[in-house]
């Protein structure tokens, strides 16, 4: 059987909770710089702080960046459109007892 690890359980493995700019480049495939001019602009989507002077980030705020993107895929199961095209016998069935219990129910 499979044994699947999550996003956070697997950055976990490779880095500290705490991430620099270069370390989330590195993750998300981003530019360094890009980062830093998005943080500057106001509208890098993932949550950020400083201390001193350096730019951190949580892991598990990149953790969970990682899954709303790979959720957001078009390609993803959970946003494939049903296929047009008569019901299936096991989904006519099931609507024709729910019609059937209804009809009990309203008895």
Do not use: W
């Not at 989507?45 to 960046?65: M, V």
């Not at 096991?90 to 309203?106: E, H, P, Y």
């Amino acid at each position: 059987m499979f044994n699947f690890v999550t996003s956070l359980e697997y950055l976990s493995t490779r880095y500290s909770p705490t991430l620099s700019v270069p370390d989330v480049s590195e993750i998300t495939g981003e530019h360094e710089q890009t980062i830093r001019n998005r943080l500057s602009a106001g509208d890098y989507p993932i949550a950020s702080f400083k201390i001193g002077k350096r730019r951190l980030f949580r892991l598990q705020d990149i953790a969970a960046y990682i899954d709303q993107m790979c959720l957001a895929d078009a390609s993803h199961p959970s946003n494939k459109r049903p296929k047009p095209g008569r019901p299936t016998k096991i989904q006519q069935l099931a609507k024709r007892q729910a019609q059937q219990n209804s009809q009990i129910a309203g008895s």
